[in-house]
């Protein structure tokens, strides 16, 4: 059977991701496996692909294409090797929705480039140790400081994909308490830099599988992150 859904171009990333993977996974990917994750030096070679940037729009540096089709091309090309690309699947996967959805014109411009260049790695962090299905029940605060300039973050989440390299964290957290009629009010998305007094990444947890992707603690005491970075409603983060 033929099929149709891929053109030229699909079928020459594909090449360029095939000899990619010979040459820059294959030979090193048991080190990966027995490292539990993909060193950090290797996103850059994939944002230097420009992996990173396919759906991203042109003035933040991307290609700007609204399409899936060259992501399904690397899964098809990850698949027939059997290796992964480490972490960064939430990178794209997971971080970009967000911000095209939710960041500020002013926010795409801060975030994208970078997020682009591979310069800040992203991933998100929702679970914590007594809530993951139940995301509602989260514990996690940021408070709003008094003269109005930054958030103070207190607490903790787990298993957090890509938490190990990551340079900036979507952390969702509670900014208001639950109403009667609605548990899910109250949380609200911050994008934290990692780098920031008071974060820190605790334990990269062992996994029966997804052996080269990090998986991570965290924990945030008195982490001050500043109002621009609040993405998205206040309090509207659980939608
Ligand atoms: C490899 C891996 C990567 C992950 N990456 C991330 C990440 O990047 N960011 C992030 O925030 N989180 C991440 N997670 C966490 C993941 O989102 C949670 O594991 C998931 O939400 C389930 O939560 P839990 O593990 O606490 O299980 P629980 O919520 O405790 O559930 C345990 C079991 O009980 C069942 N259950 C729960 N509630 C009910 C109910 N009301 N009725 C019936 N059955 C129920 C569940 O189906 C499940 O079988 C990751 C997890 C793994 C394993």
Redesign the pocket.
Known sequence: MRRTVFNEDHEAFRETIRAFIEAEVVPVYDDWFAAGQAPRDFYYKLAELGVFGIRVDEEFGGAGIDSYKFEAVIYEETARAGISFGGSG?HVL?GLPYIKLLASDEQKKRYLPKFVSGEEMW?????EPG?????AGMKTTAKLSEDGTHYVLNGA???????VHADRMIV?ARTAAPTAEDRRHGISLFVVDTKAEGYSVGRKLD?L??KT?D?AELAFVDVKVPVEDLMGEENKGFG
């Open positions: 939430v997971l991933a998100i962090a929702m679970t809530t993951g299905s139940d995301l989440k787990t298993f957090i994909t890509g938490g969702c996994k599988g997804l992707s998986t």
